[in-house]
């Protein structure tokens, strides 16, 4: 069985595997004169030519005006009769007798005129009868054939997409078809036979297949037609019969996943035995098992299965492939960067493998007019960190990293104006930030709360090194038993006012009917009892910890005491999925994954806001959301918080 | 009738007319309770979602992973079985005694297992038996249940536009719908006797009605649904009828044109009668006539028949309701810039006027690394204007414009690489440089040639400047009757390097069989002959002042000597429109229009590169182009050019 796998992958890197692709495409034309991509256009009306990409240019067939026009709503006149005129000698011209025609914007001019005085610098004597004091100049106020278009311009090169402006320069031009260029049609076959339609009922090891609908989305995106096909399964004959036929049938064949080493990774060696494998393995994080190869002279991608993998994949390699089609652009993305960067400070330190261009998603933040960056989590399987994700942050191949503190340059996902309009919110989770960010999002877009779990210590912290609008916090002092102030005293050097959010319940959660019956912190030593923790500096955490030390229980003697998870969410479903039979966490949460609750204290969960914030339109409206009827209407349906205190002003802290 | 006549418009600024709109909805929403845009949502498959605005947050229905998965191709144990692994002491699993399990990525782990070794870590004794020379720790190479999104965690808020990746997400938290905002309705209202269909026969005075497809283009990129509805004749009754109807039916109706004050502009009436005229007449230049109303409980916009004026009016109003409708948006467009910026210099004085924000849509170049801005032609007729424009350049109210070297903000029309990858070329026009272009353009994107039409002279003092990267001369030094190098070695500091394009006829364009019998410059001079000139600086315009110079004629004795074209077809288009008897161009833009041509010169046209940017990759694309077999074969389908010495270096000239 061994001997039937191959393990290794190559290591390429992304230009020389691009470069790879493009030269057997350029093979391709010079010795069976088939060029890719440049073969195929039709002609289109141009009413429905719109994001199209002419094969060719176009010129105009008629001249834009077609006729000398009035550019303004007055009165034409033969400039010579007006040559007199002045303040002190008016000149009075006769409607009646064809000296004045009245005229409006665009009309043409009379027969025997060749300018136009504007309707506000005329004087009328009668209906039909004129007087004018200064003298126009010929063709004054007259747009000329021509002025906009003459008729042979070129009003669009070749390889251009067709935006509405120049769907009606064309019109303007007398042209009512144009050639353009037929789009790519793109197969996307996902294979696998662990995939699930989405609304399937779902077993362990099931997964639903909604890899081939964002690929599909993307494609469609860059102007590709993508076509979705029926999956197949893991099987190397059906697999090579199918990659057959849609290379014959398609402009490209999209294969997802299969493109790895592993036991059923057949992709490789369907394209190496139907065609050529030019690719396997590129040098890239998230991405790296794909396969790039011809079959049929089609180009043919073997994408990974991971969602962030199939994405930045598909970016590197497909996205390329549709440019050289609609552009005939030859170029690779490092000279083609669309997307808007901006400049940016890294919040922390990141490492990365030298040996990969790495991809990493990251969240964005500007605080006093300066960008900071976190990093999502960089699991490929975590699509949710390409949802959340403002920005892509590359680390090049043979790079480190990046340095705490250092300067980067980050390409923007999301509109820069919603990242600017972004209230940097980090610290401890709770679920009511996410309904407290959707009510702000909703009612006074375009400011949005970007939570960062970062838990409590991680919110103070952020505070007092100014890489946040605002922080929130739920730390018990053990001496004084008091909620946040003491830290805050201790660690912030700034102005800050402290609003509560909410009061909330925190406790245990254990599966349905408690099966292993804990009544409290000291069941958490029991041999049969794994708990699973939250990070270190999460209030919850310390939380923990203080119960553990009133009873003199120390951490080594907890099994999972170091198996950690970043907010509620995750700890309630490691203990619903079996991973923990015990964790601690909000009330909320439990009930969410529907666990049972063992209730441990009520506490405090505040917002700390450098007063150098607390005045900006967006706090306001943040503050004046937490105070809504709306926001307390839906934590209302959660359970286990007292709104009581609810956007009070707990106090205003002025550091000496 | 001067008394039928509102002559005079309001001028209000543009914040304030969105001001009195935005009002105008908000109390709608509170006097009738009719909340224009927040009412309208439907619920559709996620596949089809894409592009859709939500109505309502999405919550993940199941955690992703639904089950703990195997995060690697490898072998699943129980972490315990390999506490005591190491290279010295190597531990043996059995696979057929279910001590280890072969997994692949995404696959459940079996019962009893708890983590993955990597297939790479794995020693194979047999089939069915493994060493190991590491321990794993519990959950090791596992992927847990809700890694990714754990079941009732938010997936997307609500006024959220829905990307692929964002579908992705959706389905994998086990959702099949969403509720998505219906979108705005908007009904596009051409008016006008004077509009023609595209493809029909045009008479003078007749316009093609293409800005209902611009207009429609636009507003299918902002997410609105439009309508284009069959025009209407400039009638009071059948205007009122139809916009009555069109306000019960749509939520948002356009009417173009008829807005502004003149005899047949109804619309301002209309709108009155049928409803309220919030708005009529705003400052900004050009869209300044526009109509603001409500009838029926819907924003009616009346926005101008310029096109240029039509695309600004409708940018300043109308994507700002779609924003609000979508998004809830009811910022304006200054907190809402969605188009990159550049910074860039200006290359000349720019006059606005004090009494509105003026658009002004401008070529950008990047020279060394700054970018140069100029100014198109500003006519609110000259659709053209929109379609070449790089960028459009805001002149605030109530400043009266840049001076040269001022810089200036751009909002960028293009993608910037594109801009970035443009080569600049300054000085004369020739129909030839247009073919250069496409052919560089569909040859080599994104390199391109942005050609500006400032005259030889214009050329000479851009290069001098620094201002472009090549440009375009033939200009007869009078007294060696040398071309284009004696000017050179006067005002050029640089070294540069000249390379002919073309040699060309230059000659008297005058209507086919030579109406008026012109022979030679002395017919000039006669009382029944107009002529067109070039503008300022133009070598042709130098080219005749040398032949009038030769025969003592002096300007002022010709008619039409001060009357200026900027380029060779626009002087054609005169002669051929009648606006003049005759004009001096090249023989190709004579026969473009079926002029006859009588013959004065052949001259050389060279283009000039400074020495600095003569080895970039764009000019050496450019060069290579002039050379190749492509760009000769299409000269040679015009008229009058000389290609013996095309892509000759003429001369290398190093100032001392």
Known sequence: ????????????????????????????????????????????????????????????????????????????????????????????????????????????????????????????????????????????NVRNIGE??????????????????DIGAILAGGITEVKVKLPPQVAILPTGNELREPGEHL?????????????????????????????????????????KNLSGAFDLVIVNAGSSAGREDYTYKVVGDLGEVLVHGVAIKPGKPVVIGLVNNTPI???????????????????????????GLKKIKEDNKERPTVKAKMSKKLVSSLNALEFVRVKIGRIDEEYVVSPLK????????????????????????????????????????????????????????DLLGEILHKNHYPYSLSSNNAGSMGGIMAISKGEAHLAGVHLLDPATGEYNLPVIYKYIKDEVVVVNLVHRDQGFMVNKNNPKGIKDVNDLTREDVRIINRQRGAGTRMLLDYFLEEQNILPEHIKGYDKEEVNHLSVAAAVSGGAADVGIGIRAA???????????????????????????????????????????????????????????????????
């Not at 069976?32 to 073969?39: F, H």
């Not at 278009?149 to 402006?165: C, D, G, Q, Y």
């Not at 960190?385 to 480190?400: F, I, Q, Y």
């Open 1 to 140: 069985m061994k001997e039937d796998r191959k393990v290794y992958l190559e290591n390429v890197s992304l230009e020389e595997a691009r470069e790879k692709l493009f030269n057997a495409l350029g093979t391709l034309s010079e010795k069976e004169n088939i060029k890719w991509g440049e073969v195929h256009s039709e002609k289109v009306f141009v009413d429905n030519a719109k994001n199209r990409y002419t094969s060719e240019p176009v010129f105009a067939r008629v001249s834009s005006p077609h006729y000398h026009a009035s550019a303004m709503d007055g009165v034409a006149v033969d400039s010579k009769d007006t040559r007199e005129a002045s303040l002190r000698n008016s000149v009075k011209l006769s409607l009646s007798k064809n000296e004045a025609y009245l005229v409006d914007t665009g009309e043409p001019l009379p027969e025997g005129t060749d300018a136009v005085i504007m309707i506000e610098e005329i004087e009328w004597l009668s209906e039909k009868e004129i007087e004018i004091i200064r003298s126009v100049s010929p063709w004054e």
């Open 378 to 433: 960089r699991g490929a399987g975590i699509v949710m960190s390409m949802v959340e994700a403002d920005g892509l942050l590359e680390v090049p191949h043979m790079k480190e990293g990046f340095l705490k503190d250092e300067e980067v340059n980050v390409q923007l996902l999301k509109p820069k104006y919603l990242v600017d309009n972004a209230l940097v919110c980090i610290g401890s989770h709770d679920i009511t930030l």
């Open 148 to 165: 906009d278009l003459v008729a042979t311009e070129m009003i669009v090169p070749s390889n251009h997409k067709l935006r509405p402006v």
């Open 590 to 656: 439990c009930e969410a994954l529907e666990l049972d609750f063992i209730f441990l204290a009520k506490e405090r969960y505040d917002l700390i806001i450098p007063k150098k914030h607390y005045r900006t339109k967006g706090v306001k409206k943040l503050l004046e959301t937490v105070r809504s009827e709306e926001f307390k209407k839906s934590v209302v349906k959660l359970s286990g918080y007292d709104l009581s205190k609810t956007g009070e002003i707990i106090a205003e802290i002025k550091p000496d």
């Open 203 to 243: 077993r362990p090891g099931d997964i639903i297949e909604y890899n081939s609908r964002m690929l599909a989305g993307y494609i469609s995106e860059w102007d590709g037609v993508p076509y979705r096909q029926d999956k197949v399964e893991d099987d190397y004959e059906k697999l090579k019969e199918k990659i």
């Open 301 to 327: 991608i073997g994408i990974p299965g991971y969602p962030v993998s199939a994405l930045i994949a598909l970016e590197c390699f497909v996205k390329p492939l549709l440019d050289y089609w609609l552009m």
